[in-house]
């Protein structure tokens, strides 16, 4: 899921119009694993992206049926996306968690909000029937902080200001933003051009655009670093991501299956 979550976002990254987007996640033996979903709307003063990340099959019975869903709403000056809250959602049969971030770019401040239900089953006895009746229950609790650091970015409008942030002048451009998978990891997202993107392609179906390559750095150093290639269309939108072969499940790939573009 994590490449789910991580590299489908950079759908709306290089536009300027309302779009929706459905990509299919495949994982070498396993076959598909998940889609996610990605809509973006926007005017000339506000936007709101939403991306759906969900399991299917064998990878969703594993996971509990595993549901992810991040929503930035904010403004639009100056051609840039600012934040002004950033939900994260994550969901399985078992347990909720529920992050809301609100910034506060003037103080530079950003208050998270979290609240996790989770269902706990156990059993009693029942004297009527001489029986144990199973039982199920839901606990919940919530808590409210502000964070130590400040962010002027989620990991959604980051994405959605890439063409400002990483282009053909500016090849390099270091990530950090607010509700990534572990704020602290160092990632780096890379413009390819010449050979490498010439290397690159190979990888790709035919007529794909620009080439970035996203580098996620091991926190533990008996980590492995992370490096995926994402691919986009002509027209700016992301079409194809790909991990290179990981251990022994060959490589995992997200591909574009619909996508709608409503420019305004």
Known sequence: ????????????????????????VDVGMFGKVGYADVILAEDSKHYEM????KTTG?????????????ISKGQRKAGKYIPDSFVKIKKTNQKERIQTYLFDHETKTITLTEETNKWVSGTTFDPL?????????????????????????????????????????????????????????????????GLQKTKAEASFSNDTGNI????????????ENIEVLIAFD??????????GDVFWIGEIKARRVY??????
């Open 1 to 24: 899921m994590r490449l789910l979550t991580t590299t489908l976002i950079l759908a709306g990254s290089l536009i300027a119009a309302d779009f929706s987007t459905r990509y299919d």
């Open 50 to 53: 939403k991306l759906v990340a």
């Open 58 to 70: 064998t990878a969703a019975t594993l996971t509990g049926e595993r549901v992810e869903t991040y």
């Open 129 to 193: 029937s001489f029986k144990l009746v199973k039982t199920a229950s839901k606990e919940n609790s919530t808590s409210k902080s502000t964070l130590q650091t400040y962010n002027e970015d989620d990991v959604l409008s980051a994405y959605l200001n890439t063409k400002q942030s990483c282009n053909a002048q500016q090849k390099e451009h270091h990530l950090l933003a607010v509700g990534a998978h572990n704020d602290k990891k160092d990632i780096t997202l890379s413009f390819l051009d």
């Open 212 to 223: 970035y390559k996203l580098h996620v750095k091991a926190i533990d150093n008996k980590d």
């Open 234 to 243: 002509n027209d700016g939108h992301m079409k194809e991501a790909m991990l």
């Open 259 to 264: 996508h709608h573009v409503s420019s305004r």
